[in-house]
């Protein structure tokens, strides 16, 4: 109950400001939109409680696909924010155009447990709400982590050697999670080398430390976006599901720039590829999407990266650049 309270809080507090406004809230389970929408209309302070704040009805079913939404129909507006509930059955199904019309969209996978994963800028920007929900969406699935993808390790060491870390060098897992690559770039890079997970995630790291993958490499708490690192510092800089999940993927990479020597190495990386993650989650990958070859190339040349390798199969995503 106390995270339904931060969210609904949150939207309340970024919403209120807009008067006069209509917030329609769809998706979801059976029901769950017509609860949301009475616990963000309750969050709004007394003053504003005369707005409108709608649970679109009667427009969603189980057809679902690019049709499951009522916000294929309604347009956004000036005086409209439609919120979007993303649930796991709707998820598996497809979340068709309506969640990518939506202005809000919240994880919804638990009721219990809601998380925002996306706000549109002009509501709120990422500085008020990305730390805290991503922490809040990975926080809760950190322990057990390992237990549903462990299987994934031998993708990960595959994925490192792709980086060729020499022993001597300095290896970065930015985004680490429960460390999963971190024993192989410290195998790679030797006793005279220094290896460095970074993840914003407190349970992750703890998660990391407890299956001992802390005693050769570093963890630190801290933001991909603004490492708390020296300039110039790394020769290998491993992400493995990061870039996707930064509200600006630019300046990411920027930053990863930052921190990286010239001609160090940076991979990009999945143990599951675009389609086939896309497939798991109900959709199909998005022309827009920033790991899309024709769109991560520009994007990495203008962060001062050069692509030189990108790999898509069913069975994993790989992109390699070098600093310029």
């Not at 999945?270 to 993650?277: E, F, I, K, N, Q």
Request: proline residues 7%; contains cysteine.
């Amino acid at each position: 109950m106390e995270r339904i309270t931060e969210v609904t809080s949150f939207l309340a507090e970024v919403l209120t400001p807009r008067a006069p406004l209509t917030v329609i809230i769809d998706g979801g389970e059976n029901g769950a939109a017509a609860a949301f929408a009475a616990r963000l209309a309750a969050a709004f302070p007394a003053s504003a409680r005369a707005w409108s704040v709608d649970a679109v009805l009667g427009l969603t079913g189980d057809m679902s696909g690019r049709y499951d939404s009522a916000l294929n129909v309604l347009e956004p507006a000036a005086d409209r924010v439609i919120v979007y509930l993303r649930s796991g059955p709707r998820g598996r199904l497809g979340s068709g155009e309506g969640e990518r019309r939506a202005q809000v969209v919240i994880d919804h996978h638990d009721p219990q447990w809601p998380v925002i994963r996306h706000v549109h800028p002009r509501l709120a920007s990422p500085e008020q709400w990305y730390l805290s929900e991503s922490r809040a969406f990975f926080d809760i699935r950190a322990q057990g982590w390992d237990e549903r993808f462990g299987n994934d390790l031998p993708a990960y060491a595959k994925a490192v050697a792709a980086a060729e870390p020499q022993p001597g060098d300095v290896a970065l897992d930015i985004g680490c999670g429960t460390g999963r690559a971190l024993p192989t770039l410290v195998a790679a890079t030797g006793p005279t080398g220094r290896v460095i997970g970074l993840d914003l995630t407190p349970g992750m790291l703890a998660e990391a430390g407890r299956r001992g993958r802390h005693t050769a490499a570093d963890l630190v708490l801290g933001d991909a976006r603004r490492l708390p690192l020296a300039a110039a510092a790394a020769d290998v800089v491993f992400t493995a599901g990061l870039i996707q999940h930064l509200p600006d993927p630019l300046s990411g990479l920027i930053e990863l720039g930052r921190v990286a020597r010239s001609g160090a190495r940076l991979v990009l990386f999945h143990p599951a590829g675009r389609a086939a993650l896309a497939a798991r989650h109900g959709r199909t990958v998005r022309p827009d999407e920033p790991l899309n070859d024709h769109l991560l190339k520009p994007l990495l040349e203008a962060a001062g990266w050069s692509l030189t390798r990108y790999d898509d199969p069913d069975d994993y995503f790989l992109a390699v650049a070098v600093r310029h």
